[in-house]
């Protein structure tokens, strides 16, 4: 349970710091095509282009994204705050966006040996496809950036320090991708000027005339991610299709005695899950990622006959819970468990 929250939450950090080294090289195009060449992509991305850092980069960025989608099979609900949920749309967007661009620069370099400098790929958005290209890479530029802010404001809002500093932190989460967004633009209208007064510039940078070796293996980039793309939905719409047909053969419920009234949910459902299904407020400041010990329930028979795996994995934060709260009958948290199903039958035993 530990292992996969750790981990969930590098491999995070990890793509927002490849995420923010992308948005400060793309900035740095404010000063010209050359200096996002010279400074944004051989020093900000330096790092990240070496063997070792494609490798850190693409194992993150499958390891967060199966971990993601494997909480969303978990969910019994989808019932959550707002904010909860952008965040999860955005985290199930942000694949579909992201394979157009990442098989057009990685897989297009690796595989066919295209040119991956910003020329190439500045010229191709702004000039070549303006309308479909663009768009869609601002869009993943935006998604990225709000999504990651909000898995980093989820995870520091617990700290002491993070009030003081939230001011500061938002100046700067607003700043950096407005400096990239309109460095990009400042790319994209010199590109644009080179391209008028440079034919050469055109033919280095351009789509490659029909019928050639490279417009063909252009072509066969565009089918791979297109395919990928497919592969990708079909594999969210596979999820989904799982979270229903389990919810629709989990007949059995159970019994939750809560302070305003007793309710019946499904089996199997998390107690901070069945608050929100039935509408009943409960406080959870990290959102249901046992960390803050805030959606903490009290246990008032069964607690002994819980098995001890059970008792030991929902009792993160002991310092945290204990008699200061006020709490005298044993306290644990309202999450679910990430190692196995502990809820089910915490309810089951308790409730």
Same mark, same amino acid.
């Given at each position: 349970?530990?292992?996969?929250?750790?981990?969930?939450?590098?491999?995070?950090?990890?793509?927002?710091a490849f995420a923010t080294c992308h948005f400060l090289s793309h900035a740095t195009s404010l000063f010209g095509m050359d200096a996002i060449e010279g400074i944004g992509r051989r020093i900000f991305l330096a790092p990240w282009r070496t063997i070792a850092g494609q490798c850190i980069l693409f194992a993150a960025?499958?390891?967060?994204?199966?971990?993601?989608?494997?909480?969303?099979?978990?969910?019994?609900?989808?019932?959550?705050?707002?904010?909860?949920?952008?965040?999860?749309?955005?985290?199930?967007?942000?694949?579909?966006?992201?394979?157009?661009?990442?098989?057009?620069?990685?897989?297009?370099?690796?595989?066919?040996?295209?040119?991956?400098?910003?020329?190439?790929?500045?010229?191709?958005?702004?000039?070549?496809?303006?309308?479909?290209?663009?768009?869609?890479?601002?869009?993943?530029?935006?998604?990225?950036?709000?999504?990651?802010?909000?898995?980093?404001?989820?995870?520091?809002?617990?700290?002491? #320090?993070? $009030?003081?500093? +939230? !001011?500061?932190? *938002?100046?700067?989460?607003? @700043?950096?991708?407005?400096? &990239?967004?309109? /460095?990009?633009?400042?790319?994209?209208?010199?590109?644009?000027?080179?391209?008028?007064?440079?034919?050469?510039?055109?033919?280095?940078?351009?789509?490659?005339?029909?019928?050639?070796?490279?417009?063909?293996?252009?072509?066969?980039?565009?089918?791979? #991610?297109? $395919?990928?793309? +497919? !592969?990708?939905? *079909?594999?969210?719409?596979? @999820?989904?299709?799982?979270? &229903?047909?389990? /919810?629709?053969?989990?007949?059995?419920?159970?019994?939750?005695?809560?302070p305003e009234r007793p309710v019946l949910v499904p089996k199997g459902f998390s107690v901070l899950e069945a608050s929100r299904w039935v509408g009943i407020p409960h406080m959870s400041v990290c959102g249901g990622r046992a960390r803050c010990s805030t959606c903490r329930i009290r246990v008032t028979s069964g607690?002994?006959?819980?098995?001890?795996?059970?008792?030991?994995?929902?009792?993160?934060?002991?310092?945290?819970?204990?008699?200061?709260?006020?709490?005298?009958?044993?306290?644990?948290?309202?999450?679910?468990?990430?190692?196995?199903?502990?809820?089910?039958?915490?309810?089951?035993?308790?409730?």
């Amino acid at each position: 349970m530990p292992t996969e929250r750790t981990l969930r939450l590098a491999t995070g950090l990890i793509l927002f710091a490849f995420a923010t080294c992308h948005f400060l090289s793309h900035a740095t195009s404010l000063f010209g095509m050359d200096a996002i060449e010279g400074i944004g992509r051989r020093i900000f991305l330096a790092p990240w282009r070496t063997i070792a850092g494609q490798c850190i980069l693409f194992a993150a960025l499958f390891i967060h994204g199966g971990l993601g989608l494997r909480a969303l099979i978990r969910r019994r609900s989808l019932r959550m705050p707002p904010l909860e949920a952008v965040q999860l749309g955005l985290g199930l967007l942000i694949p579909l966006l992201m394979i157009p661009h990442a098989a057009n620069v990685r897989l297009g370099s690796i595989l066919y040996g295209l040119d991956d400098s910003y020329f190439r790929i500045v010229y191709q958005y702004f000039l070549t496809t303006p309308f479909t290209g663009l768009p869609r890479q601002f869009c993943l530029m935006l998604a990225v950036w709000i999504h990651g802010c909000i898995g980093l404001h989820m995870y520091l809002r617990i700290r002491a #320090w993070y $009030r003081g500093a +939230v !001011a500061w932190l *938002l100046a700067l989460a607003i @700043a950096i991708p407005a400096l &990239a967004v309109l /460095g990009l633009n400042g790319a994209g209208w010199d590109s644009k000027l080179r391209a008028t007064v440079s034919t050469e510039f055109s033919q280095q940078n351009g789509p490659p005339p029909a019928g050639t070796a490279d417009a063909a293996r252009r072509e066969a980039l565009e089918t791979l #991610w297109d $395919r990928l793309c +497919v !592969a990708y939905v *079909l594999l969210v719409i596979g @999820a989904f299709a799982y979270r &229903a047909l389990r /919810g629709a053969r989990a007949s059995e419920r159970v019994r939750i005695q809560y302070p305003e009234r007793p309710v019946l949910v499904p089996k199997g459902f998390s107690v901070l899950e069945a608050s929100r299904w039935v509408g009943i407020p409960h406080m959870s400041v990290c959102g249901g990622r046992a960390r803050c010990s805030t959606c903490r329930i009290r246990v008032t028979s069964g607690f002994d006959q819980l098995p001890l795996s059970t008792r030991n994995g929902l009792d993160q934060r002991p310092e945290r819970v204990q008699p200061e709260s006020g709490w005298p009958l044993p306290p644990v948290l309202a999450a679910p468990s990430p190692h196995e199903d502990v809820v089910s039958r915490l309810i089951q035993y308790t409730f």
